[in-house]
């Protein structure tokens, strides 16, 4: 089964300032840290993705990356990765870097962390700062990821999902993929994905049995959500094999598995359409 993850974070080049990839360096003996992830090695990523099934990783940047590396790692990868420019809505111009990075640049889509601690005043989701963004990003129809649920929040109310409900409502053609999926509002952020036509949850480390309430989510794959949870990893928290048969095995049906691992993310990415394209020409 071919897999597309929303949530890869490679071994190269400024992905070396996430604390994520010194943990894996600190703790060689720890099985969900693979030897690409430990090694800080593409080469080995490459095999890793190989082995795992893993067609396309989607690269989300991180405040304090260079961007400039954007474009070396979808040219040197060509085909294997696509990349999300991290928009800051603190910068002196961030509809501008969306054109920049995206709009007249080589990134699929923006990533914006507004209740995380990284950020310069961490907000919730739906503070006027951020407005702007929305705005953009609907009206050039691009696909926005918000980190929103797990951890590093910088208070727990701001991944109240009432907040998402307020930003779709107001942007209804913009479509949002929620990384960490909301978790551990899990209940609530599946009603609203249900409700809101442009809200999509990727809960990736948190489908995975390592937490409470990831069967919630199967539920909701299994019946209503089958067409807006998208696989992600959460790489290199965990090897790429764990995170792929972690989803495999979860208990989502067999006829559902191929839209989560790959189908839901193809069709953001316009992927099924070019290949569509490809094939009448």
Not at 101 to 118: L, R, T
Not at 241 to 255: M, N
Request: hydrophobic share 40%; aromatic share 12%.
């Amino acid at each position: 089964m071919k897999v597309i993850d929303w949530r890869l974070r490679p071994p190269f080049k400024s992905f070396n300032v996430n604390k994520i990839f010194e943990a894996a360096q600190n703790n060689p003996d720890n099985p969900h840290y693979s030897e690409a992830a430990r090694k800080f090695d593409m080469d080995l990523m490459i095999k890793e993705m190989d082995e795992a099934n893993v067609v396309l990783g989607v690269a989300p940047y991180r405040y304090g990356q260079d961007m400039s590396d954007m474009d070396e790692l979808v040219g040197t990868y060509k085909d294997r990765f696509v990349t999300l420019a991290h928009i800051d809505p603190y910068a002196d111009d961030p509809v501008g870097d969306i054109d920049k990075y995206i709009v007249n640049g080589n990134s699929v889509g923006a990533i914006i962390e507004p209740g995380q601690i990284f950020i310069k005043r961490p907000v919730p989701a739906d503070d006027r700062i951020l407005w702007p963004i929305y705005e953009k990003c609907q009206a050039e129809n691009i696909v926005l990821t918000i980190t929103f649920g797990g951890l590093y929040c910088d208070s727990l109310e701001f991944y109240e999902p009432k907040y998402i409900d307020h930003v779709a409502k107001m942007f209804p053609d913009l479509k949002m993929v929620l990384t960490h999926g909301g978790w551990p509002y899990i209940t609530q952020i599946c009603h609203i994905c249900y409700q809101r036509p442009n809200v999509y949850l990727s809960p990736d480390f948190y489908l995975m049995p390592d937490n409470p309430g990831h069967q919630d989510y199967v539920t909701a794959a299994n019946h209503f959500l089958a067409k807006k949870i998208i696989f992600g990893s959460t790489y290199p928290g965990k090897t790429l094999k764990y995170a792929v048969e972690a989803h495999l095995k979860s208990g989502i049906k067999e006829e559902i598995l191929p839209d989560i691992m790959y189908h839901n993310a193809a069709r953001l990415l316009g992927l099924e359409e070019a290949e569509k394209t490809k094939t009448v020409v």
